[in-house]
């Protein structure tokens, strides 16, 4: 026996020798391996996302710094503003927040007719940030169409003269540019099939959009649902500009193409696809550059209210999130960017106007988000508290699945909802569910999906804890909560070994798991 036991270590030695020199051959491959990690990291960037406006006319507007630790605070990783202001543009140095910076609309004609004009302001306001600060797009002008029509002949020169300037300074493979326009570009947008842009602006959409095709940048739409129920009362329901899940019968279907649509986003989003379509151009993807719901307005602004502006920002996240593309085109999500961060108190009247927000100037939130599913993204707390627990309404049977996935493969420490501890009362599947799901979800460190158990769980900042019952994510954790979270690791440790420095790659985790067994042989053969 002591013979065989010789014989294994023996293998052991030479299996551990022999993978080091792979390790050494594979050494060689390593730049191919970088290629793969940069063309990850592509894909990741072109995964679509949530971003938000941030507007200036807010009395206490926060400091950049401040500003900076509150969007990493949230999890917000993309950004735009409406001009390019340097110390908000310093601030976001090296903190992988990606921000679209904005010419303003009164530099258009500065910029259009002057190419030395236009180099200066990307030497001043790009090359001077980038690649320190993620600079990814230049919005030029902001619904200047619909706006000041008659600058309308300097867009098209003020894009080229920026993008001659990038192209100077070898940064128009990073920086895209393009233009913010209304939906009000757009005639007869319902069918979206019959949509087609304002054809007194074919001198200046028909070069635009070759332009974009040619350079691979996105066509900035500013698209609100709100308005376009506001305008047809009585035609558009709610439900639909609210992304409210719809029976068949009150889902909207363009008779051209039989395509069917649960909200109005896409309408108008596919309404955009169809209208560069009848230009000729369909490579070219539509970026949502605005939207959102006012959470306040006058007598004659009704719908402005917190709960319509919490379900159309929530609904609106989950959607783009959930990464279903529109009708039109099911394999292409677009990214959208919420208008807007903060409530612009100093914007004049009406009342809707100054009421956009998710958060007051202060950075306290006017409401907080119901976001199932996306882990501590935008949970509107700014300590970062945040619990996952069972939803209203779910069946029990449902729910008892979801708790036995929770408890078993999931791994939760179910311990505390068990007959006689701290948590079995109240005795019931919601109850026990609610614990199960937030010491999962606490356990996952709230990743993005860590909270959704096939949509039966919502993450709330309401700390569920009760009485001696102490919920895995509270800070007020007791000495019996952590006593038996010792325990857990102390019980997982006696029953494996731990190989620290065998990390990442796959050949590191099978010599990690070879090990293992070998010596797990070892520790069981008595010497004789």
Not at 11 to 22: L, Q
Not at 158 to 168: Q, T
Not at 222 to 228: M, T, W
Not at 312 to 320: C, E, G, M, T
């Amino acid at each position: 026996m002591a013979n065989s036991k010789f014989s294994l270590l023996i293998i052991a030695i030479i299996f551990v020798f022999s993978t080091g020199i792979f390790r050494f051959s594979l050494a060689k491959s390593l730049p191919q391996a970088v290629a793969q990690i940069k063309q990850q990291k592509q894909d990741q960037d072109s995964e679509p996302f949530v971003g938000f406006n941030v507007g200036t006319d807010v009395s206490n507007v926060l400091s950049p710094k401040d500003l900076v630790s509150f969007l990493q605070t949230q999890k917000i990783t993309h950004v735009r503003l409406y001009d390019a202001d340097p110390d908000t543009l310093k601030a976001l140095a090296k903190t992988k927040i990606r921000v679209i910076i904005s010419v303003p609309n009164n530099q258009i004609l500065a910029i259009g007719s002057s190419n030395a004009t236009a180099a200066s302001w990307i030497g001043r306001n790009v090359v001077a940030y980038y690649p320190e600060t993620l600079i990814t797009a230049i919005a030029v002008g902001d619904e200047l169409l619909t706006t000041i029509p008659s600058s309308a002949p300097l867009l098209m020169p003020a894009i080229e003269s920026l993008y001659s300037a990038l192209v100077a300074a070898n940064l128009h493979t990073q920086i895209k540019i393009s233009t913010p326009h209304a939906a009000s570009i757009m005639l007869d947008p319902f069918p979206p099939s019959q949509s087609f842009f304002n054809q007194s602006w074919n001198s200046v959409m028909l070069p635009l959009l070759q332009f974009l095709s040619k350079t691979g940048s996105p066509l900035m739409m500013n698209l609100y649902p709100y308005y376009v129920f506001m305008q047809n009362k009585g035609v558009v329901p709610l439900d639909n500009s609210l992304f409210k899940p719809l029976t068949p019968s009150k889902e909207m279907v363009d008779p051209n193409t039989l395509l069917h649509y649960t909200n109005v986003l896409d309408a108008m989003i596919d309404a955009a696809y169809f209208s560069m379509k009848n230009l000729n151009i369909t490579d070219v993807v539509v970026l949502v550059t605005e939207t959102g719901w006012p959470s306040r307005g006058d007598s004659k602004e009704p719908y402005a209210t917190i709960d319509n502006a919490d379900t159309y920002n929530s609904n609106l996240i989950k959607h783009v999130l959930d990464r279903s593309g529109t009708p039109f085109h099911p394999e292409v999500t677009s990214s959208v960017y919420i208008y807007e961060l903060f409530n612009e108190d100093l914007r004049s009247p009406p009342v809707s106007e100054a009421n956009w927000g998710l958060f007051y100037g202060n950075s306290t939130p006017v409401y907080l988000l119901h976001v199932y599913g996306s882990g501590t993204f935008l949970a509107n707390d700014t300590t970062n508290q945040t619990y996952c627990i069972a939803m209203d309404g779910v069946d029990s049977r449902t729910l008892q699945a979801a708790l036995d996935w929770a408890c078993g493969p999931g791994r939760a420490n179910c311990s505390e909802i068990q007959p006689g501890e701290g948590c079995y009362q109240p005795n019931s599947v919601k109850y026990h569910a609610s614990y199960a799901f937030d010491s999962y979800y606490q356990k996952e460190g709230k990743a993005p999906g860590s909270c959704d158990f096939k949509g039966v769980a919502m993450i709330t900042t309401t700390d569920p804890s009760h009485g001696s019952c102490i919920f895995p994510g509270s800070k007020k954790v007791s000495n019996k909560t952590r006593t038996v979270a010792n325990l857990t690791q102390e019980s997982s440790a006696t029953h494996s070994l731990r190989f620290i420095n065998f990390k990442s790659s796959r050949i590191d985790k099978g010599l990690s798991s070879f090990l293992a067994v070998v010596f797990s042989i070892l520790l069981h053969i008595p010497f004789v």
